[in-house]
């Protein structure tokens, strides 16, 4: 009797389990769809300056984005730091604030201001590759996300399909 009580209790654990990570899926999907609006229109209106198609929500990329967001957040310190993954990436880290989607992708669509498509480099030393990326005219899929670390800052990332930013060659 005691190993089919063992049993059963394993199969009540597994079933609140499986509960819990639907409830969570759920509420991050609710949130998700304020978030991906958020980190679309302002990228998508950069796009539409330049007359480039706007980028695609690929739910594959948001899910990358969300495991590095996810391991950023366990460290702790939600440090600038690249996934080093296959696809094109924009990070943004904030602190003091509850930064949202927006905020972050108006940050890298305000690096125009340094792109010089005449020299197809950033002025003054300054960097303009979060806006290079933004505007890629090969990219045509984006997935982002945004985490809350431990210690209360604010680290959110973009992944882009295709990836840009190929040394010599324009975004547009």
């Known amino acids: 009797m005691a190993a089919q009580d ?3 209790t394993r199969h009540l654990n597994v079933v609140v389990l499986l509960l819990v990570a639907a409830m969570l899926c759920n509420a991050a999907v609710a949130q998700s769809n304020f978030d991906v609006d958020g ?6 209106a950069a796009r539409a300056q330049l007359g480039l198609a706007p980028l695609q929500w690929d739910g594959r990329l948001a ?3 969300q495991g590095w967001a996810a391991q950023r957040k366990v460290y702790g310190d939600c440090r600038l730091q690249h996934s080093g993954g296959p696809y094109g990436e924009n990070i943004f880290w904030g602190s003091g604030k509850a930064w949202q989607p927006e905020e972050a992708a ?12 005449s020299s197809n480099s950033c002025a003054y030393y300054n960097k303009c590759g979060h806006y290079t990326q ?6 045509t899929r984006v997935g982002c ?19 840009g930013n190929y040394v010599g060659q324009r975004p547009y």
């Not at 108006?106 to 498509?117: F, I, L, P, T």
């Not at 933004?134 to 990219?139: A, F």
């Open 63 to 65: 899910n990358y984005a």
């Open 145 to 163: 996300a945004r985490s809350v670390c431990n210690d209360g800052n604010i680290f959110m990332t973009c992944n882009y399909y295709p990836p």
């Open 106 to 117: 108006n940050a890298w669509v305000s690096e125009k201001r340094w792109y010089r498509y």
């Open 134 to 139: 933004v505007v890629w005219r090969g990219t």
């Open 6 to 8: 063992h049993q059963l």
């Open 39 to 44: 980190f679309l229109r302002p990228q998508n």
